[in-house]
């Protein structure tokens, strides 16, 4: 059964870093790609990053490119997301994915963690 659990969130004034994590269970995730995606209240779901299995294509949206980065562990079992200088229209919902193709594509989310930016 794979799971998926985002933490870090929180409360942050704008300019300031903040570092999301996610643990996965149930399989081993080294060889599936693994990103971060964001829903800020009233909009739709956004694609953050991504990143390759055994962390290789770090893939960053124009929105966040330069401010923050992807990464994983995979001994961990564990995919980061390091936020800096962040402004209060990154404050959003923030949930990773794991796309398992089995050979078709599925794609497991986990719960999600806040991210809340103040102004």
């Known amino acids: 059964q794979v799971q998926l659990v985002e933490s870090g969130g929180g409360l942050v004034q704008a300019g300031g870093s903040l570092r999301v994590s996610c643990v996965a269970s149930?399989?081993?995730?080294?060889?599936?790609?693994m990103g971060w995606f964001r829903q800020a209240p009233g909009k739709e779901r956004e694609f953050v990053a991504t990143i390759s299995g055994s962390g290789g294509n770090p893939y960053h949206a124009d929105s966040v490119k330069g401010r923050f980065t992807i990464s994983r562990d995979d001994a961990k079992n564990t995919v980061f997301l390091q936020m800096n200088s962040l402004k209060p229209e990154d404050t959003a919902v923030y949930s990773c994915?794991?796309?398992?193709?089995?050979?078709?594509?599925?794609?497991?989310w986990g719960q999600g963690t806040q991210v809340t930016v103040s102004s």
């Open positions: 149930g399989r081993t995730f080294s060889s599936y790609a």
């Open positions: 994915n794991v796309r398992i193709k089995t050979p078709q594509v599925y794609d497991y």
